[in-house]
């Protein structure tokens, strides 16, 4: 079964500045997807990011990139330019690619603080 | 506005009752999640369903049922079987036959039982 790991419950960020959160995940196959999910006091889950594992090249939204690393099964989250609305949790997700496999596997999260 | 929408916000029940948590989606989605969110455990799979009249266990399906009688609706009761039910619940959407499969959210439900 696969398994996704966050190792920082929480992470603090100084306004303007730059952050990175850590993902790895545990798997078998070569296909997947892989996702960064925000979780902000609303509790409203809020797609950030995703990585198709066959593409080579790392996803890009605005401020928020990812450094995906396949052979070491690492796919980081960096926010740039940090502002107070990224105060929030963020989870990692990974589903496979085979047919029938629509389920998402989450890590526990890291908590967001961003600090004026 | 497509989107998906929970109900209600905030459910208060005495252990022992049964109680259905409503999940409704406009987004002419096939795909339908529940999953539970407790404090440091992110969200756990309860049950998804693929597509209308069929659906499937997730991770820890024990204590909950669900139909899929309609394709906009997908509602979660938690049973007096459940041992701990107490937790935020969270229901998802996708297009089934997407690539990526993007899930989006509802605002989730909290439920309370004493």
């Known amino acids: 079964a696969q398994t996704v790991t966050q190792s920082q419950p929480e992470m603090s960020v100084q306004e303007a500045e730059t952050v990175t959160l850590s993902c790895t995940y545990d798997t078998s196959e070569s296909d997947y997807y892989l996702f960064w999910y925000k979780q902000p006091p609303s509790r409203q889950m809020i797609l950030v990011i995703r990585q198709e594992a066959y593409k080579q090249q790392n996803a890009t939204e605005n401020r928020f990139s990812v450094n995906f690393q396949k052979a070491a099964k690492s796919f980081s989250l960096k926010i740039s330019d940090s502002q107070l609305g990224d105060a929030a949790m963020y989870f990692c997700a990974y589903r496979s690619a085979k047919g029938g496999s629509e389920k998402l596997v989450f890590g526990k999260g890291t908590k967001l603080t961003v600090n004026p | 506005d497509g989107g998906i929408t929970q109900s209600p916000k905030y459910l208060f029940r005495k252990e022992g009752q049964n109680v259905t948590l409503s999940c409704e989606q406009n987004?002419?989605?096939?795909?339908m999640y529940w999953y539970r969110q407790d404090p440091g455990q992110g969200l756990r799979l309860i049950y998804y369903?693929?597509?209308?009249?069929?659906?499937q266990k997730g991770d820890i399906a024990e204590g909950y049922s669900v139909s899929r009688e309609k394709k906009e609706s997908f509602p979660l009761t938690v049973t007096s079987a459940q041992k701990n039910p107490t937790a935020f619940y969270l229901c998802?959407?996708?297009?089934?036959?997407?690539?990526?499969?993007?899930?989006?959210f509802g605002p989730g439900t909290r439920l309370t039982v004493t």
């Open positions: 998802a959407s996708s297009i089934y036959s997407a690539g990526h499969n993007e899930q989006y």
């Open positions: 987004l002419n989605h096939d795909a």
């Open positions: 369903s693929q597509i209308v009249n069929d659906f």
